[in-house]
């Protein structure tokens, strides 16, 4: 895989052993890459990574039914802009290899369950053993200590044992988890940026160091107010549908034609709010934002009381129009098409080795030089096919 100069990154010139696989790790690798990062992904001989086969969808080649063609969309959604080279760990000379591969790397990535890797020789002594230098990041799904330290981890267990399903869903007899594979996500986001943090350091001692996360960390770090209700309020949160536990009016709320949802953060808001709908804002009872999450219910009926006489899209702009915060509830392809999302650089069209021209979701961050010139990262690189770059790393190795 070459790098053109218009997808250096802040990053170029690190290089990344990614032996992870399933969602957190490659998550955190593929933000290295999208940064500028080399990533070279490590898999297993004949499957590879976990989520080549999770699916469906999955699609192929057009005019091909052959199941060895078959790419898996969840893989695709983790793995751009990375190197693929199958090597077997328990076999003495692909454990060379990657050996050789970690002398060059900066950093290393694995999401092993606690102790697998002491038992293939690949501890994080010998590693750094090997290279003194380099920064691992470990993730695990409870810890790599503790009473429970040695639990497996899956998104949606973590979301359950972590709390956040007891906050999510209609109502506290409905838990429910979210969308997208959030805890294996965020896992990932905090082990790139603990990567990050560990390379800055190495900058002033010249000595690698181990960044450990896990799942519950990851969910447990963005419980947010709901920490501290408990913490130190002693009030537990409970799962209360599309309404926040402690803002008002702030949700969804039912309109003549579907719903909206706004996000009434301050007095003054409250004040445009009312202004917008003829309410007196000193209505007894919720005149201020303590009384209005305690009056829950006569909110909400007063609120859609008022929207029931307008359908969405007039409803938004009459709600824009006097500076209230407001938005629809968009589904997923409407946010693809939608030309915000695209002008923000989050759809990146990419040549795959079999499937041709896909569009993947896009990085989340863009960064500017002093001028105001965009310096984001823009050639990005198909996810890659099992063991695509194996040749040419084993060539690479023997020429360096």
């Known amino acids: 895989m070459t790098m053109t100069d218009d997808s250096a990154g802040p990053l170029a010139g690190t290089l990344v052993v990614d032996l992870s696989r399933a969602l957190a790790g490659p998550h955190a690798t593929m933000m290295l890459g999208d940064l500028g990062a080399r990533i070279i992904k490590i898999e297993v001989p004949g499957t590879g990574d976990d989520t080549r086969g999770w699916g469906p969808p999955f699609v192929q080649p057009p005019g091909t039914s052959d199941p060895a063609d078959r790419q898996s969309t969840y893989f695709l959604s983790a793995n751009r802009n990375k190197e693929s080279i199958a090597l077997d760990l328990k076999a003495d000379a692909d454990r060379e290899v990657l050996l050789d591969l970690v002398r060059r790397a900066d950093v290393l990535v694995e999401n092993f369950r606690t102790g697998v890797l002491d038992r293939l020789g690949l501890g994080f002594e010998a590693l750094h053993a090997v290279n003194p230098a380099l920064v691992i990041l470990s993730i695990t799904g409870f810890g790599h200590d503790g009473p429970e330290g040695g639990r497996s981890g899956y998104d949606q267990i973590a979301q359950g044992e972590a709390g956040l399903m007891s906050l999510t869903g209609s109502g506290p007899d409905d838990p429910q988890k979210v969308g997208t594979p959030i805890a294996d996500l965020l896992a990932g986001m905090y082990g790139a940026y603990g990567v990050l943090a560990a390379l800055r350091g190495r900058d002033r001692t010249g000595v690698g160091t181990v ?124 946010v693809y098409a939608w030309e915000q999302t695209r002008s923000q650089g989050l759809l990146v069209d990419v040549e795959h080795e079999t499937l041709g021209t896909v569009q993947l979701a896009g990085p989340p961050l863009r960064f500017f030089d002093p001028t105001g010139d965009e310096t984001t990262r823009t050639g990005h690189v198909a996810p890659p096919v099992l063991d695509a770059d194996g040749t040419a790393i084993r060539e690479w190795l023997a020429d360096s």
């Open 211 to 334: 960044v450990r996360t896990s799942l519950l960390a990851a969910v447990v770090g963005v419980h947010g107010f709901q920490s501290t209700r408990y913490t130190v309020a002693g009030k537990v949160g409970r799962a209360q549908g599309n309404h926040h536990a402690s803002i008002a009016p702030y949700g969804l709320f039912r309109c003549a034609d579907g719903a909206v949802q706004i996000a009434v953060g301050s007095e003054g808001l409250w004040r445009r709010f009312c202004g917008a709908f003829d309410i007196d804002p000193a209505t007894p009872g919720l005149a201020t934002n303590g009384e209005r999450v305690a009056a829950h219910e006569r909110l909400v009926a007063l609120v859609e009381d008022v929207f029931a006489r307008w359908e969405a899209p007039e409803l938004l702009a009459h709600l824009d129009e006097h500076g209230v915060p407001a938005g629809k509830v968009r589904t997923i392809d409407e």
